[in-house]
């Protein structure tokens, strides 16, 4: 119950802020997030419905671009329980430990073309589903992945509905402990929106 509590806390967290960094730097993209949520809720400070979280599509999109530009975990390791050739020919033996490096996959250029650009749009487009990694895959994927996109959409599509993110002077700092954090926080400036116009 307690690893449950603290993924379902800490990660969520720290996409979040990573988002709105993300969004903070792309004021372009933050808008059209904006404008989706004034579609779905006018000038309405109601809370959100589960209805309004599926229809929030491009900011599901944002927030997978921003996990994939930050993961928030180093690695995955698993043991292959049995002996499995790659394409390649390679053979990997029973019991091998193998690791996958987050930052490698999320930014090859074989698996997300221009790596380095932040574009939600590329998820329109259905990818392979091991090449999205953020909450496992297979048998081993996370449990509550469902409940922490919900989570994110509710909590982001609140803000963003009051609160325009603007870019702060202060870079982010990323260090891998359990999830990746920021040595010098996530820094970003905040103006309240005129929700009238």
Known sequence: NIIFLFQGYDTSQTA??????????????QERVYQEIRQIFGESDR???????????????VIKESLRMYPLTGFIAR???EEITLKSGYVI???????????AICHDPQVYPD???????????KSSHYSYLHFG????NCIGQRFAMLEMKSVLSRVLRNYRFLPSDIPLDLKYYIVVKSVSG????????DTKV
């Open 16 to 29: 979040m802020s990573l988002t709105l960094y993300c969004l903070s730097h792309h004021p372009e993209i």
């Open 47 to 61: 809370d959100a419905t589960y209805q309004d979280l599926q229809e929030m599509r491009y900011l599901e999109n």
């Open 79 to 81: 043991v292959c329980c």
């Open 93 to 103: 033996p029973k019991n091998t430990s193998v690791v996958i490096l987050m930052e």
């Open 115 to 125: 790596p380095y650009t932040f574009d939600p749009n590329r998820w329109e487009k």
């Open 137 to 140: 895959a297979g048998i081993r």
């Open 186 to 193: 996530v820094n970003i400036r905040i103006e309240p929106r």
